[in-house]
């Protein structure tokens, strides 16, 4: 393994592209037997197009469907879903396989070797096999953040934030990384990223007239009444607080807590890199979106190349810390906790919240390695 990490770069990516069409093959077999996320939506759409209301009669306990504007992405599969269902699962898991392939090979960029994007890569092993088993969204997502990070390492801030405009109108959650924009008072990218948002949500429901409208309120008082979403305990921050026994106040303070150390530390300790800030923000958002769901943890690849690829100035002691309470965040990220047997009983509050604990310690080294105490602030971008 080490000697392929250090073999030329054309080989390596060799590597890359055979082990990616293996992962294909292999996921394309799990989903086309399952995938009942993109099922539960090509229904959606499928109901879309005969003008019904689509999101009648969902139960909101089991969560949030995902949002209008990704049914009307979703009309191309809709269509050939009509053909034949297993084709069109087949060419979601294909194709999906590639973006994550390629969002690999851009983190081996942005770490300046392979190391960091492999273990980054293992890091978030099974909510990736998830998003794959379900064949969820998240793998796209990502593909978006992975975008705007290239964008804005170039710059191009507008760009980066229709990037993560589309991601928020596909699944809500990645909306938070617009902190990023306002932390660093990029107010027209900020503003151009919340309109397109916004134009997306209610332009992809207008062609389908009264019926299509209809669904930007019913998805709204799905969001505002569902029981998953009630008093905080649906999303991740909050429920790990709800079930060490505190109250929705407790939660929202601490989500409040934690947006403040993010922000707080975008503004007095900036990057020069994106990738840095864009992945920490990416984090937040997943603690605070209004579900915890395994497969959104997939999101954190980015934030786990950045965190992985510094070489802090700290002593030994800190450094052999860091290293522990990497290899601890990572285990924990990366489902390896969760398989039965592996963990003690009276180690249930750690089980029962693994991934949430795991992307709060990533959070705090993200932090960390920013404070002035392990190294000099660098001058923004």
């Known amino acids: 393994m080490v000697a392929e990490l250090s073999a030329p770069a054309p080989y390596r990516r060799g590597w890359l592209i055979g082990l990616t069409v293996f992962y294909a093959i292999v996921v394309t077999f799990i989903g086309v037997h399952s995938g009942g996320d993109l099922v539960d939506k090509l229904r959606e759409t499928e109901r879309l197009f005969h003008g019904e209301r689509i999101y009648a009669g969902v139960d909101a306990s089991r969560g949030l469907p995902w949002m209008p504007f990704a049914n009307f992405a979703l009309i191309p599969f809709a269509l050939l879903a009509r053909f034949s269902l297993p084709l069109t699962k087949a060419i979601w898991a294909v194709g999906n396989a590639a973006l994550f392939g390629w969002c690999v090979d851009r983190g081996r960029q942005w770490g300046g070797r392979w190391l960091p994007a492999v273990l980054a890569v293992a890091a978030v092993a099974q909510p990736l096999q998830s998003n ?82 209809a669904n930007l309120g019913d998805y709204a008082a799905l969001a505002w009444h569902g029981q998953s979403t009630s008093g905080l305990t649906g999303q991740p921050i909050g429920g790990l607080v709800a079930r060490l026994g505190g109250s929705p106040a407790l939660a929202l303070l601490f989500d409040g807590l934690a947006t403040l150390m993010v922000a707080v530390t975008l ?58 309470a990497l290899l601890a965040a990572g285990l924990l990220t990366s ?27 990533l959070l705090v080294l993200a932090t960390l390695q920013r404070t002035p105490l392990l190294r000099p602030a660098e001058a923004p971008a």
């Open 335 to 361: 489902g390896m906790l969760t398989f039965p047997g592996i963990m003690p009983p009276a180690l249930f509050v750690i089980w029962r919240n693994n991934y949430i604990w795991g992307a709060l310690l």
């Open 267 to 324: 503004i007095t300790r900036p990057s020069a890199d994106p990738l840095y800030d864009l992945g920490f923000v990416a984090v937040l958002a997943v603690l605070l979106a209004p579900l915890d769901r395994l497969h959104f943890y997939v999101v954190l690849f980015p934030a786990w190349v950045a965190v992985l690829r510094e070489r802090g100035p700290e002593p030994a002691a800190a450094s052999y810390g860091r290293a522990a």
């Open 132 to 213: 794959f088993q379900y064949l969820n969204i998240n793998v796209v997502l990502l593909g978006l953040l992975v975008v705007a990070i290239g964008e804005a390492r170039r710059g191009r801030d507008a760009r980066a934030a229709v990037a993560i405009a589309v991601a928020a109108a596909l699944k809500g959650y990645p909306a938070g990384v617009f902190l990023y924009f306002a932390c660093r008072r990029r107010w027209g990218a900020l503003a151009l990223g919340i309109a397109v948002a916004a134009l997306l949500t209610v332009g992809g429901m207008l062609p389908f007239g009264r019926a299509g409208l």
